[in-house]
Nanobody, 126 residues
């Protein structure tokens, strides 16, 4: 059983930056690909970014490509999401998720992920 806890959310003006972190415990962190998803009010949860078990493979939603960067530290059992040039449309609850999959694979569908954090709110004001 893996427990995930997100941090780093908050209120920021458009054009600003935030860095989200997700700390994992209770499992072998390097056994999991990690992903970030978000859900805005009234909308379905959507994929944001994912990184494979070793950190060599990443994937991003088109809406965040070039602005967000996902990274992981397998020693510290953390995954981060650096968010730059934030827009009001980025406002959402951001969730960290763990996917027990093979090396080199990242998934963009939420059903592929086995464990989820509670989420952290990101609000971008215009």
């Amino acid at each position: 059983q893996v427990q995930l806890e997100e941090s780093g959310g908050g209120l920021v003006q458009a054009g600003g930056s935030l860095r989200l972190s997700c700390a994992a415990s209770g499992g072998t962190f390097s056994s999991y690909a990690m992903g970030w998803f978000r859900q805005a009010p009234g909308k379905e949860r959507e994929f944001v970014a994912a990184i494979d078990r070793s950190g060599d493979v990443t994937n991003y939603a088109e809406t965040v490509k070039g602005r967000f960067t996902i990274s992981r530290d397998n020693v510290k059992s953390t995954v981060n999401l650096q968010m730059n040039s934030l827009k009001p449309d980025d406002t959402a609850v951001y969730y960290c998720a763990a996917d027990r999959t093979v090396h080199g694979i990242v998934h963009i569908t939420s059903l592929s992920y086995d464990y989820w954090g509670q989420g952290t709110q990101v609000t971008v004001s215009s």
